[in-house]
């Protein structure tokens, strides 16, 4: 009896056709993984010509200034601005290979640093909380809220003979000089986040019987955060402006003492290099607390809610 092949099956492994191809379509799909890895790829490929012609811009418009700040110094300009005795960016140049060539330049640096790091990190730490308590309780915004109001709108110059009254060195008054300068901007950013959290999200985690620490530390504090990271990098570019008040002021070392002493000995192009470094030491810094602060805003990037 001959036996007749069943077209169903293959003939050489003898598994059922209907079987082979979808188990082939299947191998021969991607992961979620490979295609989520592939369509980032394919966003960052479109972003990327539009970055490198944003950057462009930005190098072209600091370029232009560069120009023009070389003809009006090289031609005396003096037209309601004076111009006459500004160093051309070349004699600044000049005078910038030989700070770089000094141990004392970055010395100035490395003072100024450490004064930021200490008062920014008191700051942050004590203007978060700060911040958050009054934003969730009427009674402490009641209570602390006039201070900040009353204290916030001194100048950083105003509270260095004080400063030298109450702190016992004069690294600690230039800190605390600093740290307020950082203090009033992270609150105050941190109490308009705090209150702008949606009230429905808050219900709705209530509701599902999230306890007052998790609505605090999974809505509220997640909901505050594009705030806050703004209150942060405002306090870096008031630190910087506190911080040289008083280095000016009190200072032996640092940017500021640095950029003042070199106007007293009549340096102009010294001058414009201790600008230039704070300038940018400022925006370096604020660079860093955004980054430092990306991955707190990671659900933003999703075009989501926390």
Known sequence: ??????????????????????????????SPAAAQ????????????????????VRVAALLMALVIWHFAASSGFNFFINFENVPTPLLVGEALITQ????????????SMERIAIAYAYAVVLGVLTGVMMGRSRWAEDIILPYIELFRPIPA????????????????????????????????NTVHGVEQTPGVLIRAARSLGASKKAILWHVVIPGAMPS???????????????????????GQYGIGYFTWTSYTLVKYPEIII????????G????LLVRKACNPLLHWQAKGGRP
Request: glycine share 8%; aromatic share 10%; proline share 7%.
């Open 157 to 188: 110059v105003a509270w260095i003979p004080l400063a030298i009254l109450m702190l016992p060195t004069e690294q600690s008054s230039i800190v605390f000089i600093t740290f307020l300068g950082a203090f009033f901007p992270i609150v105050l």
């Open 228 to 250: 806050i990271v703004a209150g942060l990098a405002i306090g870096m570019g008031v630190a910087w402006f506190s911080l040289l008040a008083g280095e000016i002021i009190s």
């Open 100 to 111: 770089l060539s000094s141990s004392e330049f970055y010395l100035h640096i490395a003072y």
């Open 283 to 286: 925006t370096l810094c604020t």
């Open 1 to 30: 009896m001959s036996v007749k092949p069943n077209p169903v099956f293959d003939s050489a492994t003898a598994v059922p056709a209907a079987v082979v191809a979808p188990a082939l379509e299947v191998a021969a799909a991607p």
């Open 37 to 56: 890895d592939a369509s980032g790829a394919s966003r960052l490929r479109r972003r990327l010509p539009k970055m490198t012609g944003r950057y462009v």
């Open 274 to 281: 201790g600008m230039l470094t704070i300038g940018g030491l």
